[in-house]
């Protein structure tokens, strides 16, 4: 008999996860989609937690994050959208990650691209750091609605509805936005977004902070004579009157 590993569990998880969705998935179902008995799953992964965390690892592995190069937009917009593909091919994984308990040290390899990406090119820490944010909202929400089957949230009234004729925009524009693909969608405002960062960024780079040198103590030696071996002062604290 194939003892039992880490691999084995993993692959068994997803299965189940594809299958019945988080909620059906637990340690029991587990150990019977693997033909084994609890126990034997509980050496090798102490909880669902636990699990959640590997089965995310392991759906991370196969983001493709390209060669920086020398445009972070270009790259950024094809990582993220790679992210965009793989997670929304496992349709468990955008509520999961609302809480947070999914992030394991596989799933930081996108942030790590990201943030490395714009530091490299010029961004300062904080800088890199609000764009980052912006990006994983805007990925984690796009995933939840589009697992909620509402494309692009936008308003798109049916075609001879009451009580649109005050809005022409929206009823011409409306087709436009149905007639897109949800990654279309999602590639769309992923440009967007990355445009005004840069372009903002660009317009006003922020400073980097200068180090500052700490200025002489009372009891440092100041130099009174030049690089000829003048006389020096030595300082020293003034006594007050008592």
């Known amino acids: 008999m194939q003892p039992l590993t880490r691999p084995h569990i993993v692959a068994a998880g997803l299965r189940v996860l594809e ?5 059906g998935l637990s340690m029991r179902k587990l150990a019977g989609e693997l033909g084994k008995a609890p126990a034997a799953v509980y050496k090798h992964v102490s909880d669902k937690r ?7 690892d392991e759906v991370s592995r196969r983001i493709e994050l390209p060669d920086p190069g020398d445009d972070p937009r270009t790259a950024i917009v094809a990582a993220a959208q790679s992210a965009h593909r793989v997670l929304e091919e496992h349709g468990w994984i955008a509520a999961e ?15 790590e ?6 530091v490299r090119n010029g961004m300062s820490d904080a800088q890199a750091a609000r764009l980052h944010v912006a990006i994983w909202e805007y990925l984690v929400g796009h995933l939840v609605a ?3 089957g509402a494309p692009g ?27 897109m693909s949800d990654h279309e969608r999602f590639a769309a405002g ?3 977004l990355l445009d005004g960062a840069f372009a903002q960024w660009r317009a006003r ?17 100041e130099t009174d004579g030049d690089a000829t071996g003048g006389p020096e002062r030595v300082s020293t604290p003034r006594k007050h009157a008592t």
Request: negative net charge; contains cysteine; glycine residues 8%.
């Open 19 to 23: 299958r019945e969705g988080a909620a």
């Open 50 to 56: 636990e699990l959640m965390r590997l089965l995310f």
């Open 97 to 111: 990650m609302l809480d947070g308990r999914l992030l394991g040290a596989t799933s930081m390899r996108l942030s």
């Open 113 to 118: 691209f990201i943030l490395d990406t714009l």
């Open 146 to 148: 589009a697992r909620a």
């Open 153 to 179: 949230l936008v308003p798109c009234p049916a075609a001879g509805e009451d009580g649109t004729e005050d809005y022409p925009t929206v009823r011409r524009v409306a087709p436009l936005v149905a007639g």
């Open 190 to 192: 992923l440009r967007a």
């Open 205 to 221: 780079p922020e400073p980097s902070a200068a180090p500052q040198d700490p200025s002489p103590g009372p009891r440092e030696a």
